[in-house]
């Protein structure tokens, strides 16, 4: 929750007169979807006991490569672009980061229903 914070006052302090209204954008959806995601690591502790420990880790891992390469991919090629390099070949990877949050939220909510 930190991270989306801080990479919040950077796009909001920094970026914003660095790169156009839509790379911003970009930025901005960034910074939502891991405050969101982010909930997620607050709230899971209720959850927990409906867990094994190998389901736990795995929805984890899930959960976290959603972030990184969700996340990561969009603020890369925000702050690319206020470098004035092309680091657009990263927006191949942004899906990847979603569809792992998806098969996350979906493996989780079948688990929860099993229970």
């Known amino acids: 929750m930190g991270i989306s914070v ?3 006052a ?3 302090h920094t970026l914003k007169d660095l790169i156009e209204v839509s790379e911003l954008q970009t ?3 960034g910074v939502l979807y891991a ?3 982010g909930l997620v690591l607050w709230v899971w502790p209720i ?3 409906s867990f094994t420990p190998r389901q736990q ?3 984890w891992r899930l959960f976290l490569m959603g972030y990184v390469l ?3 991919s969009l603020w890369a090629m925000s702050i690319g672009r206020a470098l004035d390099m092309d680091w657009s070949f990263l927006g191949m990877i942004t899906p990847i980061g979603g569809l792992s949050w998806v098969i996350a939220w979906f493996w989780t909510a ?3 229903i099993k229970k």
Do not use: E, R, V, Y
């Open 6 to 8: 801080a990479m919040g």
């Open 10 to 12: 950077f796009g909001a």
């Open 27 to 29: 930025f901005k959806t």
């Open 35 to 37: 405050l969101i995601h």
């Open 47 to 49: 959850f927990k006991g």
């Open 57 to 59: 880790k795995n929805t």
């Open 70 to 72: 969700f996340c990561g």
């Open 110 to 112: 079948s688990l929860l």
